[in-house]
């Protein structure tokens, strides 16, 4: 498979056609924004957590095939884990996105979010994937600034 | 030197090329790359253009056989060296056809030269309640610098709406001209639509009521012929990278009258007559605006590339550049979904586009992929996105060194595109 068809996969576009959980959540408890300032890239996460648990999680915003398939199957993973389940899958996804993370670990410490491994092979879209996920760090920290990639 | 965009893709004289624009390329080492396997297509020529040989030998030559610092050296090197470096300046007063060497500010880029007049002039002439206008389809560099005034002094910013084509509203520009107005500020041509502003209609009826008026040349030196006693303007402002010389050096053209009222922007070496700690007195022109030791290797680098434009046939160049922009205007119009931003009568260099279900970056990522060169993003531009309605454009931008060979190539490369998304 080409690296353009690896960054591109099946399920890559068939998130950014028919995003999951891609509303905005009347009833969240955190919410934050993400920007992407090279680009203009830009996120809404939303969080409803109870007892340390994201009982739902959904986003709004605008961006590329890659941003937009990442917060999708982000949202999908991170429904019904705890605080700290999803901030370890955080540094794992982003230590993947990276290039940081090695092969054989992908499976046991990304799950089917290996599918995005294809971007490490892209420096310029790192950021695009990583958008999402630095929202929600900074929804789960309480943070009121919005997050950026920078 | 205007390119109108027309859309009549069968218009047979579109492939023919009386421009030898292979010949051309042999100047340009960088055209004969290979990116991902394929031959470099380089489209991005708004964001910075390649450099002939000729710039990258004056670079080599000065750090090879004459650096050394000038303007203070009583030696052989630092007389060549400040020979080298005024001779330059020679060159852009020349291709400006400014009055006076003395007019010539070198500077870092088009930016630093913006900044220098909203902290000089800006500081010093405008007060509470004056307002300085620009219009909505300029680059960051012509609005930050501004609004940093503003809060300063408490002036006010006022925007020229454009129409939907991207092109200013004159109607409004008349009407936002008024008695507090003290400054206009406008692009040349536009870095995210390619638009080929009235610029000296714009400089007339600011005279008229007595306001100066500072023109963003960055995009235009490379596809136009500039005279600024022709335009009238008071200040130039442009950057040597994006005319095919080297980063970090740029232009500000000022009138010598205005020039001399304005202090200095930076203190330091160069810029100074005689110190004190009592009191210092400023040189004269230019040198008050040109403190520390300035990029000589990139001043002379400029000169070469003044040169290497000044023997090439501008007319040749302008209906090889028109050619291009036609023949890419008709090509990616074919294309099912494809909507250009920016559809003004005169266009220089510039297309810009979208598709509805296909964001600029995936779009640049592929493009990338089959060698193409092109920006995708806001172009440092955010304003003109939103006047849109668009988050991002893929931008195309012409150099006259690009073929019509080369759109044929980009229009594959978005078929693919289209294709990975379909």
Redesign the interface.
């Known amino acids: 498979m080409s690296e353009l068809d690896e960054l591109y996969q099946e399920v890559i576009l068939d998130h950014n056609k028919s995003p999951r959980n891609f509303r905005e959540m009347a009833n969240a408890n955190r919410k934050a924004e993400g920007y992407n300032p090279l680009c203009g890239d830009h996120v809404t996460v939303f969080l409803r957590l109870e007892d340390g648990v994201i009982r739902d999680i959904s986003f709004q915003g605008s961006g590329c095939a890659i941003s937009k398939a990442s917060a999708s199957m982000m949202t999908a993973e991170l429904k019904g884990k705890d605080e700290a389940a999803a901030q370890a899958l955080f540094e794992n996804v982003h230590q993947m996105l990276t290039g940081d993370a090695a092969d054989d670990q992908l499976d046991s410490r990304v799950g089917k979010l290996r599918i995005l491994s294809g971007v490490c092979k892209f420096p310029a879209r790192v950021k695009c994937a990583s958008l999402a996920w630095h929202t929600v760090h900074a929804a789960l920290k309480g943070e009121s600034q919005p997050a950026t990639t920078e | 030197m205007l390119m109108k965009a027309v859309t009549q893709k069968n218009d047979p004289t579109m492939r023919q090329n009386k421009f030898d624009v292979t010949r051309i390329r042999e100047d340009f080492p960088i055209l004969k790359e290979k990116v991902h396997g394929k031959p470099l297509v380089y489209l991005d020529n708004g964001a910075t253009s390649q450099k002939p040989q000729a710039v990258i030998d004056a670079l080599n030559h000065y750090y090879s056989a004459e650096n050394s610092n000038i303007h203070r050296g009583v030696h052989y090197l630092s007389e060549q060296a400040t020979a080298a470096y005024e001779a330059a300046r020679g060159k852009v007063r020349e291709f400006l056809n400014a009055r006076a060497d003395k007019e010539i500010i070198f500077v870092r880029g088009t930016t630093e030269a913006i900044n220098l007049v909203a902290q000089s002039y800006g500081r010093s002439f405008l007060n509470a309640g004056d307002e300085i206008i620009v219009s909505a389809m300029e680059h960051h560099s012509n609005i930050v610098p501004w609004q940093m005034l503003c809060e300063q002094v408490g002036a006010k910013l006022r925007v020229i709406p454009i129409n939907h084509d991207g092109e200013i509203v004159m109607e409004e520009f008349r009407r936002l001209l008024g008695d507090k107005s003290k400054l206009v500020s406008v692009t040349h041509v536009s870095n995210a639509l390619g638009t080929v502003v009235p610029v000296k209609e714009i400089v007339a009826l600011a005279h008229q009521r007595g306001v100066p008026v500072l023109l963003d040349g960055a995009q235009a030196v490379p596809h136009l012929k500039v005279d600024v006693q022709d335009l009238g303007c008071d200040f130039y402002a442009f950057s040597g990278h994006k005319m095919f010389g080297p980063t970090g050096v740029g232009v500000l053209y000022g009138r010598a009258e205005l020039l001399e009222k304005m202090p200095p922007y930076q203190g330091g070496g160069d810029m100074i007559s005689l110190v004190t700690f009592e009191k210092t007195h400023y040189n004269v022109l230019p040198y008050k605006f040109e403190a520390g030791t300035p990029h000589i290797a990139g001043g002379i680098g400029l000169g070469a590339a003044i040169d290497y434009l000044a023997a090439l046939d501008w007319h040749e160049v302008a209906a090889h550049e028109h050619r291009l922009l036609s023949y890419a205007t008709a090509a990616l119009s074919d294309i099912e979904g494809l909507r250009i931003i920016g559809t003004a009568k005169d266009k220089a260099g510039v297309l810009s586009f979208v598709f509805d279900h296909?964001?600029?970056?995936?779009v640049g990522?592929?493009l990338d992929?089959e060698g193409v060169a092109v920006r995708?993003?806001?172009h440092c531009a955010?304003p003109v996105?939103q006047r849109f309605g668009v988050?991002?454009t893929t931008r195309v931008s012409f150099a006259f060194y690009n073929t019509i060979e080369e759109i044929d190539v980009l229009v594959g490369a978005i078929r693919r595109v289209l294709k990975?998304?379909s």
């Not at chain 2, 296909?358 to 995936?362: L, S, T």
């Open positions: 296909v964001h600029a970056h995936d990522t592929i992929q995708a993003g806001h955010m996105m988050p991002a990975v998304f």
